[in-house]
């Protein structure tokens, strides 16, 4: 059972501020570590990785600072983002150089154990030049493995996955949780990290927005004010009919568009309520369409709530 | 030394056609001497002229920057490095690692070659051939440490390590004498000179001067590389 405890921490690059003061504590099973592109999350991983020191704060592994500790990679299988990995060895010489790096007394086993995790043996002797991204993805979890360590740290793993292969590693990632392993992974997709972590921490542009489960998260997420501009057949009728419900916070007749421009506070029934509401005045809808769907919207609105 | 270091970097460094390319630079170095041997005969400046110029000049560094940055560089590029400092392993042990593969290509392609065509050139008289090949060594062994340390500190390693040996050596070393002090080339010829017959090998740097410096900058380049080693970040991945 191992912890990795964030204290405080910034990390800053010249006049930029990639990580400002955050603290957590991320304990055994899965945490999805969520945030928009540039939110920091990488810095955040590279900290706990100890490839990049803290400029403020702690980054420590069961009290142990990481920073300049080698010592610590015992403890820690680290998946990086990067593709590049030594593409001239095939996967299986790839994963032995890695149980060897490691010291472990039988580095030949250690890597067949490994590559039956992550089920490559049938492409262990080829090239890693030859691989898919998934394929690749794969063998860097197997060298990740190797060691069996009790951390493991992935950045955006999911990134150009098929959902075949994202399946296969969700399982993997959720069977080491189960195991007692602190996983963490970071992601921007809200869908991918509420399909596999129960625990989820939010960063936006630097600083955290939100800790928790994710149904409460996801619960700020869906009751966050959504705009929708929506065309219709009778706009006037169907804003009179829709204002009536309590899940619509405002209502705007915008007249060079012909649409109205509707905000609405809980997301599913807002969905559920509009094609009710115009059958029920044989209103014709001729377009719905959301219109602050970006995710740095919806992260925005996660930083100012928190 | 890490073996499985030392495996990587030497399939790195002469794996695809990087191999044949190292081998082709001696090998016309050799192919030279034999033109040379048979045309010339045997002539003691134009030997001396060769494997000080070709040879310890311009083949050797060249060598040295190439097996140098070439053992580290590009796995800092593609970070691909990562998974040799991702381990319980110490740092100095990866770049002395790296460093004497660095150093046993010198040797291999650049030393023996120039010891080779010193004796095809000029046979074994005056200590000549024996000379330039110590030459090579430790000019190989000097040169391999500041361009590791290069590839470690810098992403243009490679025109760094080409100004100091191309600019600095070659250019300002032939018109400012000062410069010649500090020249790897210069400490090598120093030892060499010792080794040959008197009067047969000239330096600019006399051989008291010459081996201190040499074993500070080899040692003080290896253990800086050691040390910007344990302090690399990834920061800019962003």
């Known amino acids: ?306 | 030394m890490n073996l499985t270091v030392a495996r990587l970097t030497v399939r790195g460094l002469l794996g695809r056609r990087r191999g044949l390319l190292l081998l082709a630079v001696p090998a016309l170095l050799l192919v030279l001497a034999v033109v040379i041997r048979a045309t010339v005969g045997q002539d003691e400046s134009t030997t001396v002229n060769v494997l000080g110029t070709l040879a310890l000049g311009t083949l050797v560094p060249l060598l040295g920057l190439i097996a140098g940055t070439g053992a580290i560089g590009p796995e800092i590029d593609d970070g691909s490095i990562i998974y040799l400092l991702a381990k319980p392993l110490p740092r100095w042990k990866i770049i002395t690692t790296k460093l004497l593969v660095s150093f046993g290509c010198t040797v291999a392609f650049g030393a023996l070659p120039t010891y080779l065509a010193g004796v095809i050139l000029f046979g074994d008289f005056g200590g000549v051939a024996v000379a330039y090949g110590i030459g090579a060594l430790v000019a190989g062994a000097a040169y391999s440490a500041i361009f590791l340390l290069l590839g470690v500190v810098s992403r243009n390693a490679v025109v760094y390590g080409l100004l100091y040996s191309l600019v600095w050596e070659s250019v300002i070393g032939g018109y400012v004498s000062g410069a010649k002090t500090l020249s790897v080339r210069q400490w090598a010829l120093a030892v060499a000179r010792k080794i040959a017959d008197p009067g047969v090998v000239t330096s600019a740097v006399h051989l008291p001067t010459a081996v201190p410096l040499l074993v500070v900058v080899t040692l003080g380049a290896s253990a800086l590389a050691a040390v910007r080693l344990s302090r690399l970040t990834l920061a800019n991945e962003q």
């Not at chain 1, 704060?57 to 030594?86: C, F, S």
């Not at chain 1, 472990?104 to 995790?117: E, F, K």
């Not at chain 1, 190797?146 to 990134?159: G, K, Q, T």
């Not at chain 1, 949780?177 to 992601?187: E, I, M, N, P």
């Open chain 1, 1 to 306: 059972m191992t912890t990795i405890s964030i204290d405080r921490v910034s990390r800053w690059f010249g006049n930029v501020v990639a990580v400002n003061d955050i603290s957590m504590r991320i304990g055994p099973g899965v945490t999805g570590l969520l945030g928009p592109n540039g939110a920091g999350k990488s810095t955040l991983i590279h900290m706990m990785s100890g490839f990049l020191p803290p400029s403020s704060g702690r980054v420590d592994i069961d009290g142990v600072p990481v920073w300049k500790n080698q010592q610590a990679y015992r403890q820690i299988g680290l998946v990086p983002e990067r593709e590049a990995m030594y593409d001239f060895l095939t996967g299986h010489e790839f994963v032995l150089a890695n149980a060897e790096l490691h010291g472990l007394a039988d580095p030949g086993a250690a890597a067949r154990r490994a590559l039956a995790t992550v089920e490559m043996e049938y492409a262990q002797d080829r090239r890693v030049t030859t691989y898919s991204k998934g394929m690749k993805q794969r063998v860097k979890m197997a060298s990740a493995l190797v060691h069996d360590p009790s951390v493991l740290l992935l950045d955006e793993p999911f990134n150009g996955m098929d959902p075949r292969q994202r399946m296969h590693l969700m399982g993997l990632l959720r069977r080491f949780g189960a195991d007692g392993r602190t996983v963490l992974f970071s992601s921007h997709i809200l869908e991918e990290v509420e399909q596999l972590a129960r625990h989820i921490e939010v960063v936006v542009a630097g600083r955290h927005a939100a800790s928790g489960d994710f149904l409460k998260i996801r619960r700020l997420m869906t009751s966050r004010p959504h705009q929708y501009l929506v065309r219709s057949s009778d706009n006037r009728a169907l804003a009179a009919a829709l204002i009536a419900d309590a899940c619509t916070t405002g209502i705007e007749f915008d007249p060079r568009e012909d649409a109205l421009r509707i905000q609405a506070v809980d997301f599913y029934r807002f969905t559920e309520l509009v094609p009710r509401v115009a059958r029920a005045a044989g209103i014709r809808l001729l377009g719905v369409s959301p219109q602050d769907e970006s995710l740095e919207s919806v992260f925005s609105y996660l930083v100012t709530s928190a």
